[in-house]
Every structure is written in structure tokens, then in C-alpha cells.
């Protein structure tokens, strides 16, 4: 689907955004490995993984899948809650650190969403990560610009 995505006329391939949240924040990771070949391209990160803490493979898995995307050789930003019962603090920074170590460059931000919304949920919540997001894809040359 991404190809056929960026085939289309309307579509500024010097000005290409990919995320996701949970899964999808991992799978945003790995498919920026599969693309290094983009002009340029933000790739961010929301409290991703593909296993939770509660499973006996989640750190091989979870390392596996998010070293994918230290080919691309870009900045990720990689987004995370506090209690956020898949990915916690430990998992979480694990994970970006298991990146880091193969070569990956990235942004690892943790906030403390509101009572009643879970860490997993931190997309939700996007007065926490913003600022942190702006700045970011301001160097990334991605900054956003008002519709005419």
C-alpha cells in the first residue's frame, strides 16, 4: 500500500512522515530500515513494541523488529507513557537502548499522561508531546506548514 501511496501526484516524497502507535510504532521503526532510499522522511514512534512486558520472548522480539529500522540512518522519535502496561519504562527505554547499541539514532521521550489515561494511550494526550514533535520535525526539515 505504501508504494502505491507515494506513486500518487499529490504526494511530496521530500516530505514523508511515518508513525504509528503500539504495533504500528514498531512497524513504523523497522519499515524506515526497509526504505533508506527516501529523500527524507520523519519516522516517530508512539509506545511501540510488538510484545508486551507479560511475554517470555518480548525483549528478543521487540529488539529484533525495532533494530529493522537502524538502516535508514534518520532521527527517530520514539514517544512513550508511564504505566503504560505493555511497554513500561523498563521495556520501553530497553527497547530504544537495544537501537541505540546497533547503530539506530533516535529521540526517547517519556511523559506522565493524566489519571485515567492509560501510558499506552499517550497519542491521546498530544499537549505532552507537541513541543517535542515540532521541534523534531523542524529538523527534519518537515516542519508543518498552514493550508492555503
Same mark, same amino acid.
Given at each position: 500500500m505504501t508504494s502505491s501511496i507515494l506513486a500518487q501526484p499529490f504526494v511530496d516524497r521530500g516530505r514523508i512522515a511515518v508513525g504509528g502507535q503500539s504495533r504500528g510504532g514498531a512497524l513504523a521503526i523497522a519499515w524506515s530500515g526497509r526504505k533508506p532510499g527516501m529523500a527524507r522522511a520523519a519516522v516517530l514512534n508512539f509506545a511501540g513494541g510488538w510484545f508486551g512486558a507479560d511475554c517470555w520472548s518480548a525483549d528478543d522480539v521487540n529488539h529484533a523488529l525495532l533494530k529493522l529500522g537502524v538502516p535508514s540512518g534518520r532521527r527517530?522519535?520514539?514517544?512513550? #507513557?508511564?504505566d503504560d502496561p505493555y511497554y513500561g519504562p523498563l521495556e520501553s527505554r530497553g527497547n530504544f537502548a537495544a537501537f541505540q547499541a546497533a547503530?539506530?539514532? #533516535?529521540?526517547?521521550y517519556s511523559y506522565a499522561p493524566p489519571p485515567?489515561?492509560? #501510558?499506552?494511550d499517550i497519542t491521546l494526550v498530544p499537549k505532552f508531546w507537541s513541543d517535542d514533535l515540532e521541534r523534531y520535525l523542524a529538523v527534519q526539515g518537515l516542519r508543518g506548514e498552514p493550508a492555503s
Open positions: 527517530s522519535l520514539w514517544l512513550y #507513557g508511564a547503530g539506530g539514532d #533516535g529521540a526517547y485515567g489515561v492509560s #501510558g499506552h
